[in-house]
């Protein structure tokens, strides 16, 4: 590594990636970015692909595509048995590597290597923190606790209180307040410190490696510390490839759960068959909104879908806050934070767990699945969290999501509950899974308004996720440039929904949380030896100084 010379850096970009502002430690490789790509013109339509990269990655994804649509019937009990045997197998090392993601970020925010800002030290954010917390939680999660807010905390609550085999931590059979404590806390567990420390530690190492050190934005960068030069051959090149795969599956599965959701509701609204082609049609039209979307840009199209997001979220919190049951909500959203800090030890442990039916069935494809997402989260909100410190990126993107998700499942949540032990209504529990956030709307006031509501906001996550998706992946294809011509995001938006279709028609949901742990699986282990190319690379960075105290006069 070499140290450029305070100020030698002037505001310009790399292959669309800005110059540090100020002293930073620059990468000495003679490498370019985008020194491997094929550049040319055809039919009208420009392409600056990396080769290797795109090839095989788009290659392997269009056969598979090609084979679970042409045997779905056969393709349906592989997918559940590759799960099944990964989740029965290998929970422990989902658990232990979601553990020491949360370690790492945490010993980085009490070190003093949290006082590094990412794109140097004279490096100013690029988005306000409204835009930035929209956009990084839009890509993150949306689609998910649209699905699960009611439905995860209605059944770890039942489990719980019933002693089932999918209790966490053996439940508390026969006690009210016990479950719903315990419930919640396995509820919140999915959803806060743990997902987020691991999109966090892929955006900080996306971002150290490109704004600071000068190299593409792909995850190979991340390996530079570790393997030398070496990343610009086939052992970078697998791991971009990995991260491709990771990317397309992880956003699958939830463009097709947000399907699922968004026809159920259709049917339970309107009469609309709940049907694999309303499904596939679902998948298509949302998709073409993704394009318009794509050819919009991420200033005009994903912020401001993004933003949008945000205030349609906020109004259906909202009006669950005041029409459901305020007082109960508001006061165990404080207890349900203390539930969540009790619980975490023991449902974070890693071995010798007695409530397998809970971390093998829940816990494994939900850090699967949030770490599939860590390479397309990861990047994106790399690309939106330039001249934030180390220390302030990682508090702002591990706690405010984590604040929202508590009060957002304690909300819908606890207001279902709330229904079934108060009203005696037993609708939501007996519901399907796609269809208990409607069910418990639907014993609220403006039941058809809200309804409607929940379905458009899956249906604008659902396109800000493909929309997000497609940049992440095109960057990564096209060998760290951010400015690669637009068709090629296009060309990724449409395998994405390929994807999504393919899998629900072969496997249905089950199959699309088999292509989660198949692809989280192994990036779990990429993301651990990736910790050590983080701390390395922050450890050779010029930190800032604390500013001087003033004696007063």
Partial sequence: M?????NAAQPGSREGIRSPDGETTLINTDYVIGQDNVSTRAFGINVDLHGKVFTVSSLVI???????????????????????????????VFLLGADIFVLVCIGLIFSPLGRIRLGGPDAKPDYSYFGWFAMLFAAGMGIGLVFYGVSE?????????????????????????????????????????????????VALALALF???????????AVFYPILGERIWGWPGHCIDILAVFSTLFGLATSLGFGAAQASAGLHYLFGIPNTNTTMTLLIFAITGIALISVLSGLDKGVQRLSM????????LLLFVLIVGPTRMIATDFFTNIGSYLEYMPALSMPFDRADEGYSQAWTAVYWAWWISWSPFVGMFIARVSRGRTVREFLISVMLVPTLVSILWMTAFGETAIHQQLVDGFQGVQNAALELKLFVMLDQLPLSTITSVLGIVLVIVFFVTSSDSGSLVIDSITAGGKVDAPTSQRVFWCLIEGAIATALLLGGGLGGLQAAAVSTGLPFTIVLVVACYGIVRGLMTEPRQRKAARVPAS
Avoid: C
Avoid at 62 to 67: I, K
Avoid at 156 to 179: I, Q, T, V
Avoid at 308 to 315: D, H, Q, R, T
């Fill in 2 to 6: 070499t140290k450029q010379p305070k």
């Fill in 62 to 92: 269009l056969a598979f595509v090609f084979l679970v649509l042409a045997f779905q019937n056969e393709v349906e009990p592989v997918l559940n048995g590759v799960r099944d045997w990964l989740t029965g197998n290998l929970t422990w």
């Fill in 153 to 201: 905390p209605m059944s770890h609550f039942d489990s719980s209180l019933n002693g089932s085999a999918y209790a966490p931590l053996g439940g508390a059979k026969g006690d009210e307040a016990a479950a719903l404590s315990l419930g919640m806390a396995a509820t919140i567990y999915h959803w806060g410190l743990h997902p987020w420390a691991a999109y966090s530690l």
């Fill in 210 to 220: 490109s704004f600071n050190k000068g190299l593409p934005l792909t995850m190979r």
């Fill in 308 to 315: 949008i997001n945000m205030g349609l979220a906020f109004l």
